[in-house]
């Protein structure tokens, strides 16, 4: 099956590109994809306890099974901010993140309540 990576921040640094075309055997899940780039990229390894992992631009689990054609998204963890958050708040700033881009690309806005300002490009 033929696939699409994305890939996002670090992980597209050391592919040296945000988007490869893979073909995988299948049947294939989102984990056989990570596997195939750390062959390819081993320095990608490392990063696999901390991203998270989108199918067709829904978050997913990496036993998430692919179909031909699927877009497979691997995303590193979002950090900054105030020092003593901790991960929780990196992981929904990370998710809190996505469901703003996914709304904005449905050409939608969304409120930030905390702020009560519109969040847009």
Known sequence: ???TIRLFARLREIAGNGELKRELPGPARAEDAWEALTQEFPALEEYRP???CAVNEQY???TTP?????EVAFLPPVSGGAG??????QTRLHQSAGR???IRDQGLRMRDRDQ???ISD
């Open 50 to 52: 901390v991203i998270s």
């Open 60 to 62: 997913a689990k990496f």
């Open 84 to 89: 003593s958050r901790g991960r929780g708040s």
């Open 1 to 3: 099956m033929r696939i």
């Open 116 to 118: 009560g300002s519109r």
């Open 66 to 70: 692919l179909e031909d054609g699927d």
């Open 100 to 102: 703003r881009r996914g």
